[in-house]
Structure formats: structure tokens, C-alpha cells
């Protein structure tokens, strides 16, 4: 996954550009020619947003904004390749554009059912795939 992290503009809700539109279309139309594209969306501002912290198992629900803008995220892009270093590589051709050249992105992998374990048992991957199928099923 890359994470577009937030910063003023994006928490402020300032448009992107014509051309910031551009470029990030095509960065995205190489990443699908290249057929490593699996989803992306740019996100609201924090304002448009709320947090549910759980303290004890019981949830409290705090409403934006979010005074720590470096810690929020603006957007994602979900890719598939084969290595830490692949991801880095789409990264750089990042559109210089956004944010004026100075933006943080944040590279992280998505766990698989390998990564959990034996507590995450052949059953409930089961119930998980049938669950995940269904929802492809309705998009």
C-alpha cells in the first residue's frame, strides 16, 4: 500500500490542479499498463471524519479535525509487485507535482493469512474467502 501522508492543503481542502489531475491519471494509468494497480482513492479531509477510540471495550467517538495532520492520510494506491524495492521504484515516479514537490509516502504491506499464524485457523480463512468473494461478487 502507498500512503499519501496529509499536510495543509489536503486537511485545508484545497483542489488539486488540472494538472496535478493529470499526472497523478497517468502515474496511475502506468501503474494499471503495468498491471500492478489494484485500487487508489484520494480521502476527505480530517473535518469530514471522526475517530472511535475503545478505553475498556467501550468506544468513544471523537469528531475531526485532527490537529496532527502529518499523522493522517491523504490517499492510498494498493499495488501488487514483487518486492519492498519494486514498491520504491513506483514511488520515485511519483508526479512531482503534488504537494509542490514536497509530499511523504508511506510504503506498507498488506499482511497476508501467512502472517498470522496457526491462531488464525484453517476454518475462520475459510470463513474469510467466502466472505471476500461475495464482496467481489457485488462489485
Do not use: C, H
Request: without cysteine; negative net charge.
Amino acid at each position: 500500500m502507498i500512503i499519501r501522508r496529509a499536510d495543509e492543503d489536503t486537511e485545508a481542502g484545497v483542489p488539486a490542479s488540472t494538472e496535478l489531475f493529470e499526472a497523478m491519471t497517468k502515474y496511475n494509468e502506468e501503474l494499471v499498463k503495468a498491471g500492478v494497480m489494484l485500487d487508489g482513492a484520494g480521502l476527505q479531509p480530517s473535518v469530514k471524519g471522526a475517530k472511535v477510540r475503545f478505553t475498556g471495550g467501550r468506544p468513544t467517538v471523537i469528531d475531526g479535525p485532527f490537529t496532527e495532520a502529518k499523522e493522517l492520510i491523504a490517499g492510498y494506491t494498493m499495488i501488487e509487485v514483487d518486492s519492498l524495492a519494486d514498491a520504491i521504484e513506483w514511488v520515485k515516479k511519483w508526479p512531482k507535482l503534488d504537494g509542490g514537490g514536497n509530499v511523504k509516502i508511506e510504503i506498507r504491506q498488506v499482511a497476508g493469512p501467512e502472517d498470522y499464524g496457526d491462531e488464525f485457523t484453517p476454518e475462520l480463512r475459510e470463513r474469510e474467502e467466502k466472505l471476500f468473494a461475495e464482496l467481489r461478487e457485488k462489485n
